[in-house]
């Protein structure tokens, strides 16, 4: 993906999500209304981290390029330069591939 021209604010991060699986396990090629929204997606932007009481900034603990596993329904959907994006709080992650 080229530069993005969106800038997250906040605990916030922006997730590409990867392609749904067009054919099961078993061989069988699913017809897009068959397949399931996407739950895993790479992130490609991240923001600077919430604002503490303190005044400093707390450290995310997802980074750009990693590989991320989200709620079905969790985040912002977004177009931008053509590309499906979802914008999500840190928290709406449940889990980072390793």
Do not use: W
Not at 23 to 43: W, Y
């Amino acid at each position: 993906m080229a530069k993005l021209n969106l800038r997250p604010l906040e605990d916030r991060v922006v997730v590409q999500p990867l392609e749904a699986e067009e054919v099961t396990a078993g061989g069988i090629v699913l017809p897009d209304a068959a397949q399931e929204k996407p739950q895993r997606g790479k992130v490609v932007a991240v923001g600077p981290g919430k604002l503490l009481d303190s005044g400093n900034r707390g450290e995310l603990s997802i980074g750009i390029g990693d590989e991320v596993v989200f709620g079905r329904y969790g985040g912002s959907d977004v177009e931008v330069d053509g590309n499906e994006l979802k914008i999500m709080r840190e928290t709406d992650i449940l889990a980072k591939m390793s």
